[in-house]
T-cell receptor, first 114, second 117 residues
Framework: AQKITQTQPGMFVQEKEAVTLDCTYD???????LFWYKQPSSGEMIFLIY??????QNATEGRYSLNFQKARKSANLVISASQLGDSAMYFC???????????FGTGTRLLVSP | GAGVSQSPRYKVTKRGQDVALRCDPISGHVSLYWYRQALGQGPEFLTY????????KSGLPNDRFSAERPEGSISTLTIQRTEQRDSAMYRC???????????????FGPGTRLTVL
């Protein structure tokens, strides 16, 4: 079975600072992908970044980077230079090659203060 | 359309009534997924289709829930004899590829907020 764990229900960060949102995963499938989604108060689900299990380098997308530590089974999201608009719920998700469904964690609510 | 659309956006119904939730995927997307998201939780998988074929319905909670995608495009999730515990956000997503690949970005719709009184 696949499982995603996000242990931080809420995080606070000041504008312009960096913040790390934790995500650990569990799967026995050697081929998998890890995703991060942002859900603002409007409720939409916005794809942020993807990391494949065989990728040699950590994924980066603008201010988002993924700290992928395969041996530890962690895929933490790093947001650099936080902005007020980053305040939202963030979900880590996993997809294994055997299945097409995404398995989500419970999410972390990020609040960015001025 | 430009993105995944869902209708209605909000649905309030009385316990015991049937509801049908519609999803219109991104044009050309072959895979379509249904998820349910309770308040304060992450989305939970319900079922998915490749073209018109339902590939996995392991997430459907019970036999009151069913889904179809008869022409491989629009999909309908039907909940019969609704119960209060069915209240949640129901999200649809679509992706452009059907083959198993760990990278298969799913584009989510805005969701239908279902409230069962």
């Amino acid at each position: 079975a696949q499982k995603i764990t996000q242990t931080q229900p809420g995080m606070f960060v000041q504008e312009k600072e960096a913040v790390t949102l934790d995500c650990t995963y569990d799967t026995s499938d050697p081929s998998y992908g890890l995703f991060w989604y942002k859900q603002p108060s409007s409720g939409e689900m916005i794809f942020l970044i993807y990391q494949g299990s065989y990728d040699q380098q950590n994924a980066t997308e603008g201010r988002y980077s993924l700290n992928f530590q395969k041996a530890r089974k962690s895929a933490n999201l790093v947001i650099s230079a936080s902005q007020l608009g980053d305040s939202a719920m963030y979900f880590c998700a996993m997809r294994v090659q055997s299945f097409q469904k995404l398995v989500f964690g419970t999410g972390t609510r990020l609040l960015v203060s001025p | 359309g430009a993105g995944v659309s869902q209708s209605p956006r909000y649905k309030v119904t009385k316990r015991g009534q049937d509801v049908a939730l519609r999803c219109d995927p991104i044009s050309g997307h072959v895979s379509l997924y249904w998820y349910r998201q309770a308040l304060g939780q992450g989305p939970e998988f319900l079922t998915y289709f490749n073209y018109e074929a339902q590939q996995d319905k392991s997430g459907l909670p019970n036999d009151r829930f069913s889904a179809e995608r008869p022409e491989g495009s629009i999909s309908t999730l039907t909940i019969q004899r609704t119960e209060q515990r069915d209240s949640a956000m129901y999200r649809c997503a679509s992706s452009s590829v059907a083959h198993s690949s760990s990278y298969n970005e799913q584009f989510f719709g805005p969701g239908t907020r279902l409230t069962v009184l």
